[in-house]
């Protein structure tokens, strides 16, 4: 391995790469950042304003071509004729999982990774996250505080922007905000209703939407079509946010089209460097640098780990005691709950575009009376309350124009909701190489064990007797039912863990700065860093993380403890 | 500020960065795939979307010559053609019927090749659909036959217009045209001598639906006031303020 010694590696160019690459390089670092995309070029790949009468299938997709190439990206709900360029191409990113523990990865490889077509969420975790297994006696704490990260929760939020009303609700600390989006007239009567029967507040979602001008970007100009790209980078994305700022600081490297395989060891049991895979030319090449980050995704950096083996560290690196792998979440959901609200149907058309919806945060074994022993942790619910656009044309009898007219000046109110709760960590749901399936580039592939556990199931049953009171407190009609079973495991492409950390050498993989215990030059930045994950979504946290593991990388290296 | 056009320089600039190793990248402005915000939005989002053509989206193309159907015949085309009017009210010779006989039909060319994809996915890919939609609609889309959904449907409407007219569909007067689409309209089909009719009817308005409504013309009628430029949050403007 030749040539030049970077001070930073880091791996992966989404949320959590491109929060470490400003940091380290504003604060003097030089970092050559690694993506397994290509870039992205907005006049190329962003759909924005497209219509869908100027597409050749409509907005229904090349389902042939989808089926063929992207059997599993396309279940997920951006991945359709607009947006499919953000999601990989299933034959070349095989993974395996048990017959009857079916696992849906749902994967972004580009210059931005998945925060091109992210859905903006953006909610604090709070100490009933941090501090859970103290609340109730369930895992492990994170080995940091609310207040430890909060300074960085601010950092993060008042350069992305993040809008969103100040409530003072304990369980989802309130963001430094941007000015709130509002509440659609259906989601202002559910309020009411909500607010007065079960004492739970409901609130407009807070989002990496801008909703006033910020370092030189523009407003959302509320076209609603955000997962295909924004010219005007008006919501959080890190090829025009944070990857931008690392650029202009002339201490930023990058290489897209890079695959990284491996963590490159030293015989002194330190990092040197890693082997990358030329997306293009499948040519194997290695690079030098000093630190090592991980930021490449929950499972795509514990894949790295894992597939680094040498002869002092034979499980991977980071798996001295087993630990690495472990303890895989993702949110369960149970979806597609609503109905129609009778008395906001009207003839008159609406503005559409606030690309957000509602939630009711968690209250239940958490603030205030809802307290159930079924189960450990809680839910949220969320959705939204919008007019119908066309789906009531295939419920209105007949055909012609009458029925045309029909369609135009009877247009129903629907409103949605479902719950999303949180999965315990488990040692039993994890991640390993496959021992024979490789993908496109030879890399070995993971085999992903994973299932809800008989808290989950707890949960869902009470969510679900939750979803229909609140439904018929609303008295909804033309009724859809929320679904009796919660999510294939995946689909809310919130994975977190499998490299946690922790205090304990024995118990986690990686310290309370994101360092892997054993490898003190290698960082683990993204989501597989998680211990829980609450009910909320994570992306926030990930880039406060991230932005306090730089802080800590570059203090330790210069003082020379790197 | 990065305009359009210095976009579409930073690709050309990236073939020559994408191979690495001593390339000076930071001579860059920004690198490939890096990009700062754009401030033209309100003119762009209202002169529509101009796209580069060697993308992976795949947009209406411009016709060179008369358009062929690629599953119907001719005939059965020009019988598609009145039954979308009939379903619209619209005459046969707008522009919107023809521009949704056309997607039609193009759909029905490929939904064989698309049930054969359905059915030839792994059994982890299946099982992962199955996991995701439940088990009924991954069977509906490796089962469901729109092309002999479509032609049984026009030979259904042809043999029942010759038993009750004795002549073709095609050369009924309009409103017995229409008298024949209504017998078959919104019924679930059932065992009998229409149900090719009536399965038919069912899967031809789903598709003038989809067709129309995602059409300018079908847009506009329903007021769709979104994809849009906005100056301010789109929230409750008359319940409560």
Same mark, same amino acid.
């Given at each position: 391995?030749?040539?030049?010694?970077?001070?930073?590696?880091?791996?992966?160019?989404?949320?959590?790469?491109?929060?470490?690459?400003?940091?380290?390089?504003?604060?003097?670092?030089?970092?050559?950042?690694?993506?397994?995309?290509?870039?992205?070029?907005?006049?190329?790949?962003?759909?924005?304003?497209?219509?869908?009468?100027?597409?050749?299938?409509?907005?229904?997709?090349?389902?042939?071509?989808?089926?063929?190439?992207?059997?599993?990206?396309?279940?997920?709900?951006?991945?359709?004729?607009?947006?499919?360029?953000?999601?990989?191409?299933?034959?070349?990113?095989?993974?395996?999982?048990?017959?009857?523990?079916?696992?849906?990865?749902?994967?972004?490889?580009?210059?931005?990774?998945?925060?091109?077509?992210?859905?903006?969420?953006?909610?604090?975790?709070?100490?009933?996250?941090?501090?859970?297994?103290?609340?109730?006696?369930?895992?492990?704490?994170?080995?940091?505080?609310?207040?430890?990260?909060?300074?960085?929760?601010?950092?993060?939020?008042?350069?992305?922007?993040?809008?969103?009303?100040?409530?003072?609700?304990?369980?989802?600390?309130?963001?430094?905000?941007?000015?709130?989006?509002?509440?659609?007239?259906?989601?202002?009567?559910?309020?009411?209703?909500?607010?007065?029967?079960?004492?739970?507040?409901?609130?407009?979602?807070?989002?990496?939407?801008?909703?006033?001008?910020?370092?030189?970007?523009?407003?959302?100009?509320?076209?609603?079509?955000?997962?295909?790209?924004?010219?005007?980078?008006?919501?959080?994305?890190?090829?025009?946010?944070?990857?931008?700022?690392?650029?202009?600081?002339?201490?930023?490297?990058?290489?897209?089209?890079?695959?990284?395989?491996?963590?490159?060891?030293?015989?002194?049991?330190?990092?040197?460097?890693?082997?990358?895979?030329?997306?293009?030319?499948?040519?194997?090449?290695?690079?030098?640098?000093?630190?090592?980050?991980?930021?490449?995704?929950?499972?795509?950096?514990?894949?790295?780990?894992?597939?680094?083996?040498?002869?002092?560290?034979?499980?991977?690196?980071?798996?001295?005691?087993?630990?690495?792998?472990?303890?895989? !979440?993702?949110?369960?959901?149970? $979806?597609?709950? +609503?109905?129609? /609200?009778? %008395? &906001? =149907?009207?003839?008159? @058309?609406?503005?559409?575009?606030?690309?957000?919806?509602?939630?009711?945060?968690?209250?239940?074994?958490?603030?205030?009376?809802?307290?159930?022993?079924?189960?450990?942790?809680?839910?949220?619910?969320?959705?939204?309350?919008?007019?119908?656009?066309?789906?009531?044309?295939?419920?209105?009898?007949?055909?012609?124009?009458?029925?045309?007219?029909?369609?135009?000046?009877?247009?129903?109110?629907?409103?949605?909701?479902?719950?999303?709760?949180?999965?315990?960590?488990?040692?039993?749901?994890?991640?390993?190489?496959?021992?024979?399936?490789?993908?496109?580039?030879?890399?070995?592939?993971?085999?992903?064990?994973?299932?809800?556990?008989?808290?989950?199931?707890? !949960?869902?049953?009470?969510?679900? $007797?939750?979803? +229909?009171?609140? /439904?018929? %407190? &609303? =008295?909804?009609?033309? @009724?859809?039912?929320?679904?009796?079973?919660?999510?294939?495991?995946?689909?809310?492409?919130?994975?977190?863990?499998?490299?946690?950390?922790?205090?304990?050498?024995?118990?986690?993989?990686?310290?309370?700065?994101?360092?892997?215990?054993?490898?003190?030059?290698?960082?683990?930045?993204?989501?597989?860093?998680?211990?829980?994950?609450?009910?909320?979504?994570?992306?926030?946290?990930?880039?406060?993380?991230?932005?306090?593991?730089?802080?800590?990388?570059?203090?330790?290296?210069?003082?020379?403890?790197? | 500020?990065?305009?359009?056009?210095?976009?579409?320089?930073?690709?050309?600039?990236?073939?020559?960065?994408?191979?690495?190793?001593?390339?000076?990248?930071?001579?860059?402005?920004?690198?490939?795939?890096?990009?700062?915000?754009?401030?033209?939005?309100?003119?762009?989002?209202?002169?529509?979307?101009?796209?580069?053509?060697?993308?992976?989206?795949?947009?209406?193309?411009?016709?060179?010559?008369?358009?062929?159907?690629?599953?119907?015949?001719?005939?059965?085309?020009?019988?598609?053609?009145?039954?979308?009017?009939?379903?619209?009210?619209?005459?046969?010779?707008?522009?919107?019927?023809?521009?949704?006989?056309?997607?039609?039909?193009?759909?029905?060319?490929?939904?064989?090749?698309?049930?054969?994809?359905?059915?030839?996915?792994?059994?982890?890919?299946?099982?992962?659909?199955?996991?995701?939609?439940?088990?009924?609609?991954?069977?509906?889309?490796?089962?469901?036959?729109?092309?002999?959904?479509?032609?049984?449907?026009?030979?259904?409407?042809?043999?029942?217009?010759?038993?009750?007219?004795?002549?073709?569909?095609?050369?009924?007067?309009?409103?017995?045209?229409?008298?024949?689409?209504?017998?078959?309209?919104?019924?679930?089909?059932?065992?009998?001598?229409?149900?090719?009719?009536?399965?038919?009817?069912?899967?031809?308005?789903?598709?003038?639906?989809?067709?129309?409504?995602?059409?300018?013309?079908?847009?506009?009628?329903?007021?769709?006031?979104?994809?849009?430029?906005?100056?301010?949050?789109?929230?409750?403007?008359?319940?409560?303020?």
């Amino acid at each position: 391995m030749a040539g030049k010694i970077y001070d930073v590696i880091v791996v992966g160019s989404g949320a959590s790469g491109g929060w470490v690459a400003k940091e380290l390089t504003e604060k003097g670092v030089e970092v050559l950042m690694l993506e397994a995309g290509p870039p992205r070029v907005p006049t190329r790949d962003f759909t924005e304003h497209i219509w869908p009468y100027q597409l050749k299938y409509r907005g229904f997709g090349n389902q042939k071509k989808l089926l063929e190439t992207q059997p599993v990206q396309r279940l997920c709900y951006a991945c359709d004729d607009y947006s499919h360029q953000f999601f990989v191409d299933d034959r070349e990113h095989p993974y395996t999982f048990p017959k009857d523990k079916p696992f849906m990865w749902i994967r972004g490889r580009q210059v931005g990774g998945k925060t091109i077509c992210w859905a903006r969420v953006s909610y604090r975790y709070s100490d009933f996250e941090f501090k859970a297994a103290s609340l109730d006696g369930y895992g492990q704490d994170w080995p940091i505080s609310y207040k430890e990260l909060e300074p960085y929760y601010d950092r993060v939020e008042t350069y992305i922007g993040v809008s969103g009303s100040y409530e003072g609700l304990p369980q989802l600390p309130d963001s430094k905000f941007l000015p709130p989006m509002r509440l659609s007239c259906g989601e202002l009567v559910a309020k009411e209703i909500v607010e007065k029967k079960f004492g739970w507040k409901l609130i407009v979602d807070r989002s990496a939407n801008l909703t006033v001008p910020l370092n030189g970007r523009p407003a959302c100009h509320y076209c609603d079509q955000c997962q295909r790209g924004c010219f005007t980078a008006s919501y959080f994305n890190s090829p025009s946010v944070t990857l931008p700022a690392a650029a202009r600081t002339g201490r930023f490297h990058l290489v897209s089209d890079a695959v990284v395989s491996h963590v490159v060891m030293n015989g002194d049991g330190k990092a040197a460097g890693v082997g990358y895979i030329d997306r293009n030319s499948k040519a194997a090449r290695e690079v030098r640098g000093k630190i090592i980050v991980l930021a490449a995704s929950t499972l795509e950096s514990t894949r790295i780990l894992l597939n680094s083996r040498s002869p002092r560290f034979p499980n991977g690196v980071g798996n001295s005691h087993g630990v690495l792998g472990h303890y895989l !979440m993702d949110h369960t959901t149970l $979806e597609d709950g +609503g109905g129609t /609200m009778a %008395a &906001l =149907k009207s003839a008159f @058309r609406e503005p559409v575009g606030r690309p957000c919806g509602y939630i009711i945060p968690k209250y239940v074994n958490t603030v205030g009376p809802y307290r159930n022993k079924n189960f450990l942790r809680g839910y949220y619910f969320a959705g939204d309350g919008r007019q119908e656009l066309y789906g009531q044309a295939f419920q209105t009898p007949g055909f012609g124009r009458e029925w045309r007219e029909k369609v135009r000046s009877e247009i129903p109110y629907a409103f949605s909701v479902y719950a999303q709760g949180e999965c315990l960590p488990r040692y039993d749901n994890y991640v390993k190489l496959d021992a024979e399936k490789k993908d496109a580039w030879g890399i070995p592939a993971l085999h992903i064990h994973a299932s809800h556990g008989e808290n989950e199931l707890a !949960m869902a049953k009470a969510m679900g $007797e939750h979803l +229909g009171e609140i /439904m018929d %407190a &609303l =008295k909804l009609e033309d @009724r859809r039912l929320p679904r009796t079973e919660l999510n294939v495991f995946g689909k809310n492409i919130h994975e977190c863990g499998t490299a946690r950390m922790g205090k304990d050498p024995k118990t986690s993989v990686l310290n309370a700065f994101n360092q892997v215990h054993d490898v003190k030059n290698v960082f683990v930045t993204d989501a597989a860093c998680f211990v829980t994950q609450g009910c909320s979504e994570p992306t926030l946290t990930i880039m406060a993380i991230s932005a306090r593991a730089a802080d800590y990388i570059a203090d330790e290296y210069r003082q020379g403890n790197l | 500020m990065s305009t359009r056009r210095q976009w579409l320089l930073q690709v050309g600039s990236g073939a020559v960065l994408a191979g690495w190793t001593d390339v000076d990248l930071a001579a860059a402005e920004l690198p490939p795939g890096v990009f700062e915000a754009s401030r033209e939005h309100l003119g762009h989002a209202l002169a529509g979307q101009p796209m580069a053509v060697d993308g992976e989206t795949e947009l209406v193309q411009i016709r060179g010559s008369a358009f062929q159907p690629a599953f119907l015949s001719r005939d059965e085309f020009q019988t598609l053609v009145r039954l979308t009017a009939l379903m619209l009210g619209e005459p046969p010779d707008t522009a919107v019927v023809r521009e949704i006989a056309e997607w039609i039909d193009l759909t029905a060319s490929e939904a064989a090749a698309i049930r054969t994809a359905a059915r030839s996915l792994s059994p982890a890919h299946r099982a992962v659909a199955v996991a995701y939609y439940s088990a009924e609609p991954v069977r509906t889309l490796e089962t469901f036959d729109a092309q002999k959904t479509m032609r049984d449907g026009l030979a259904w409407l042809d043999a029942e217009s010759r038993r009750r007219h004795g002549t073709a569909f095609a050369a009924l007067s309009e409103e017995a045209q229409r008298d024949l689409l209504e017998s078959i309209a919104d019924r679930q089909p059932a065992p009998g001598v229409d149900a090719a009719g009536t399965r038919f009817f069912i899967y031809l308005k789903g598709r003038v639906i989809n067709g129309f409504y995602t059409s300018r013309a079908g847009l506009n009628e329903l007021g769709y006031r979104g994809n849009a430029y906005y100056a301010s949050p789109p929230g409750c403007e008359h319940l409560y303020g």
